[in-house]
């Protein structure tokens, strides 16, 4: 039965507990790190290699918590431009050996390399010559023998206290695993449009959008020429709602803009016989259409202001209100 600890020493035992845990880790992570820069780092040279020249997909497996690991690592490599697909060792050895092929590369997670259940997938990659990365701490296990190419996880301590559950052992394999992706990433010259490709839906979608996804196109534009009266202009200005209007010169180039804070500190009886020139701001922070919306809400944010106009060699082809980024969720 546990003992009863007063609240302020049990709380005092949980965040001592939490950050003992945490600096367990740490320092695994550092093991890693170092290790990386020596056998370790031309061995996971060696996986990028094998995983760029290989025409399927990289195959990700593992029991246990290796294999949620797994399926993360797999996930990651999919979404970041390197096809793979998460296969687990009880469903290989019931049929689901039939998804690979000798044009794949697996990668197989195992801290100890001797989960009976990686036996048959073991065996298949052998017989038919399927190229086999290992993420494992034991060079001497069956799985480390096995595999073509072994990056070797640190000897490092559980945060687990009694050792058995995996904490750290299972950290170090997830960051090998992002250590791959990123390194495949970086050599595919992957960019935020591919990345967008793959990720339409929610907040990283919405940031990974383009000004032209969202702007207001060239009808919507609230747009009057140089030498027109403020009288013309606030009749364009209601009509269209933006809050603003821009002022073009004769060649279609945007020169200037009228906002409702220009009107408020331009206000006279004289404001309508007045011409846009005289009020309007001088060349105004403008946006292009292949610039991220979140780039844009940036830009919108750091000039304090709420609605901004889309050009494309000086002429405006667009114009986005922070509402327009905000709704689509990139806020």
């Known amino acids: 039965m546990k003992t009863q600890i007063p609240p302020a020493q049990q709380r005092a035992k949980w965040r001592a507990s939490a950050t003992r845990a945490l600096e367990i880790e740490r320092d695994g992570l550092a093991s890693l790190t170092a290790a990386s820069t020596q056998e370790l780092g031309e061995a996971i040279a060696d996986a990028v290699d094998m995983i760029t020249k290989a025409q399927g997909r990289v195959i990700v497996s ?61 065996d298949y990659t052998q ?35 009694i050792g058995m559950a995996p904490t750290t052992s299972t950290l170090l394999q997830l960051a ?28 990283l979608g919405a940031q990974l959008k383009h000004v032209s996804d969202v702007m207001h196109g060239q009808a919507a534009l609230p747009l009057v020429e140089a030498g027109s009266a403020m009288s013309d202009a606030l009749v364009v200005m209601s009509s269209k709602s933006f809050g603003c209007i821009g002022v073009v010169n004769t060649t279609g180039k945007l020169i200037g803009i009228i906002t409702d ?56 082809t667009g114009l986005v209100h922070i509402h327009d980024l905000l709704r689509i969720g990139v806020g």
């Open 261 to 316: 804070g220009d009107l408020r500190r331009h206000m006279s009886p004289q404001l309508l016989q007045q011409k846009v020139d005289d009020i309007m701001t001088a060349d105004p922070k403008t946006i292009t259409p292949d610039m991220l919306a979140s780039e844009a809400l940036e830009r919108l944010n750091a000039a304090k202001i709420t609605s901004v106009f889309v050009v494309e060699n000086s002429r405006p």
């Open 62 to 122: 593992g029991m246990g918590k290796s294999g949620h690991v797994g399926r993360k690592i797999a996930s990651t490599l999919a979404s970041t431009g390197t096809p793979a697909n998460f296969v687990h060792p009880a469903e290989a050895s019931h049929g689901d050996l039939g998804m690979i092929t000798p044009q794949d590369v697996v990668l197989i997670l195992s801290n100890s390399g001797e989960s009976a259940e990686l036996r048959d997938m073991l």
């Open 127 to 161: 017989r038919f010559s399927v190229p086999l990365i290992a993420i494992c701490s034991k060079p001497e296990s069956a799985l480390a023998k096995a595999a073509d190419i072994l990056l070797q996880t640190p000897k490092a301590q559980e945060a687990c206290p």
């Open 176 to 203: 090998l695993g992002d250590a791959l992706a990123i390194a495949l990433l970086e050599d595919k010259g992957f960019t935020p449009q591919d990345f967008r490709e793959f990720h339409p839906g929610g907040k």
